[in-house]
Structures are given as C-alpha cells and as structure tokens.
C-alpha cells in the first residue's frame, strides 16, 4: 500500500472510447500531479493540482482532460485518444515544500488500440 | 535546454557493490532526488540531497557535487530484490522536476 492508490491497474480502449482514470491519496498532501511514463523516456510532467487549483498543463493535448474536485482525488479523463498514448499513467502527491518528495500510485498501464 | 544523464542499464553481482551515476544541467539547483521503481510498480522515494557530500541511508548511499553538477548512488551488499530501475531527479530555479530516463539494474546470483 503506497498512500496514493490508482484505479484501473490496467485499461484497453478504443480511439473513440471515453475513460477516466482514478487516483486517491490518503497522506493529507496538497499538491496531486499527473506524470506520463513511456519505455526508456523520462517521466513526463502532464498536469499539477495544487489545493485543488491547477497550477500546470505542460501543453497538454486537450484529449487528456484533468479534474480534482478535492485535495484528495484526481481524476484523469480520457477522449479520442491515438495509440501513441499508450503508456502508464503515475499519479502522485506531496507537500507543498521544495524537499518534498512525490508518493507514487502504481500507475494504470494504458493502451489504445 | 535541461538534461538529466544516467546509463540505460547496469548489470552487477549479488553481494557486491554498486555505483549509478547521474549527470545535470539544469538553470538552476534546488535538491536532486533518487527513486527506485521495480518493473509494474510505483516509484519510491530513496533519497534526497541539497547540499554537497554524501547520504548513508543503509545500504543506499547518495552523493552530490553541485560544482560538478553531478550525483551518484550508491547500493552496497547488493540483493536481487535490488533489480530494479533507478530515477534521478533534480528541482531546477523554478522548483520544477527535471527527470532522467532511469537506469535499469540487473542483479545477478
């Protein structure tokens, strides 16, 4: 049990489909990110939540769509994605301090086919 | 632009030690973070440095040359639940993460 749990493990869609990927964090951070981590490439910055404010879109494409509707959840909606997409999805969470670490979820591994 | 060098892969020997090395350029220095992430599960938090010379946290230790801008970490007596792969990461001018691609660590028996 990480303290950031993210559901589904594991999603397959289509190009058309819609979906929405879940996170929660039981650690009273107030900062929740969305990475994407693609083989043997950096972890790539998508969005940052802080207090529910979003304080970053790293020129998101706007098929990812973000919500948090409270400091605990996260929520990633996704529309007519391209299969260069495919890759797992990390949310994570810290505190607003510059020595913070980020807590991890497990990540959805994501593929579209 | 801002980079974040690491070897790809590293293969070592159960029982020995072990030195992954993690070169920045990045505008600006506010902390370099190491994490460890075995394969289908989350990143985890091993260390954090701000100022320069070395962290022991067990077995794990972690260095940083802010001159050099450069980092190492270090894994002694090496166990196979070791494989895994291993992110550094530094906090540039804006407080932003700059990540690397991670260096994947192969234990052998």
């Known amino acids: 049990e990480t303290g950031v749990t993210q559901t589904p493990r594991h999603l397959v869609m289509g190009m058309t489909n819609k979906k929405s990927l879940k996170c929660e964090q039981h650690l009273g951070h107030n900062a929740m990110y969305w990475y994407k981590q693609s083989a043997k490439k950096p972890l790539e910055l998508m969005f940052v939540?802080?207090?529910?404010?979003?304080?970053e879109n790293n020129s998101v494409p706007s098929r990812f769509s973000p919500e948090c509707p409270n400091s605990s959840h996260l929520f990633l909606h996704l529309h007519t994605l391209q299969p260069e997409d495919s890759a797992l999805y990390l949310c994570?969470?810290?505190?607003?301090?510059?020595?913070?670490?980020?807590?991890f979820g497990n990540g959805t591994r994501l593929t579209v086919t | 632009g801002q980079n974040i060098d690491q070897p790809t892969e590293m293969t070592a020997t159960e029982g020995a030690i072990v030195q992954i090395n993690c070169t920045y350029q990045t505008s600006g220095f506010n902390g370099l973070f190491w994490y460890q992430q075995h394969a289908g599960e989350a990143p985890t938090f091993l260390s954090y440095?701000?100022l320069d010379g070395l962290e022991e946290k067990g077995r794990f230790s972690s260095f940083l040359s802010r001159s050099k801008g450069y980092s190492y970490l270090l894994l002694k007596e090496l166990q196979m639940k070791d494989s895994a792969s291993y992110l550094c990461?530094?906090?540039?001018?804006?407080?932003?993460?700059?990540w690397g691609a991670g260096t994947k660590l192969i234990i052998k028996p």
């Open positions: 994570a969470s810290s505190q607003n301090r510059e020595n913070s670490p980020l807590h």
């Open positions: 440095n701000v």
């Open positions: 990461a530094v906090r540039d001018s804006n407080y932003q993460l700059i």
């Open positions: 939540y802080n207090f529910k404010e979003q304080t």
